[in-house]
Structure formats: structure tokens, C-alpha cells
């Protein structure tokens, strides 16, 4: 299995309650090398899973914090985070992250700061209304 190393992309880009908003970098996080409180971090911390984390198809040319991108699995939905700085990274560096989750037929949310793009499953039946829940 592997680990997230000096991966730190979801400390800045998920909303962690009680401890920093979206977009923020958390202030535990040592960029490019981790959290500072690992051993003891929220539970919203430690149940954040990026695909990357538990796919090996994805190699490690394809590590979050080296495409800009990372995507997780979400209330049965696939969501893709990209980084604000590289908001064109879900469609040039982390399009294979994107292209493998539509070929496996899964629709994908991709947010891009206050954006966010559908893009169908291939072969997937497309749903006739997308109902959003949305949290600041």
C-alpha cells in the first residue's frame, strides 16, 4: 500500500471543520514533506483517501502533488480536486488521472476553486438531473 510521502495537496485543498477552510493550507502541514501531527491528526484528516493512495495503475508520475490533481471517491461519486494555481491541470498534467475514472464509466465532479465540471462515465447511463451539495 502505498503512502503519501511529501504529498501535502489534500492539506491545502479539502475543508477540514474546526481547522482550516478550503483552499487554505492546513498549519500542521510541512510542505513537501507532511503532516506535523500525523500520529494524532483529526479524524477528517485520516480518513481522507486520494485514489492514487490505493490504485496502482496510477504511477507515481501521476502522485497528486506532481499533477496538480487528486480525485477520491465520495458519497459513491468520483471528485477531482485541482490545485487554484494549476487550474487547467484536470485537462493537460492530470488528464490520465481523469481519463481513467471516465473509462471505467464513472461520472466525474472535477471542482476547479467555485467551478465545477461534469464529465460523463463513458457507457454510463447520464443522469437526467445532477443535484449538488455544496459546503463553504
Known amino acids: ?3 503519501c510521502g511529501g504529498c501535502t495537496l489534500c492539506c491545502r485543498l479539502e475543508k477540514i471543520p474546526g481547522l482550516k477552510g478550503r483552499g487554505e493550507w492546513c498549519r500542521h502541514c510541512v510542505v513537501g514533506k507532511g503532516c506535523a501531527i500525523y500520529a494524532r491528526r483529526p479524524n477528517a484528516c485520516a480518513w ?5 493512495l490505493d490504485d496502482e495503475h496510477l504511477g507515481d508520475e501521476l502522485r497528486p502533488d506532481k499533477v496538480h490533481l487528486y480525485a477520491k471517491e465520495q458519497n459513491g461519486s468520483h471528485v ?10 484536470w485537462r493537460n498534467e492530470g488528464k490520465a488521472v481523469v481519463d481513467r475514472m471516465v473509462k471505467q464509466g ?5 471542482h476547479v476553486g467555485d467551478q465545477v465540471n461534469f464529465v460523463a462515465g463513458r457507457g454510463a447511463e447520464r443522469p437526467e438531473l445532477l443535484q449538488l451539495e455544496w459546503h463553504l
Open 106 to 110: 464513472h461520472h466525474v465532479l472535477v
Open 1 to 3: 500500500m502505498r503512502e
Open 48 to 52: 481522507l483517501r486520494c485514489l492514487w
Open 80 to 89: 477531482v480536486a485541482v490545485d487554484p494555481d494549476h487550474p487547467e491541470a
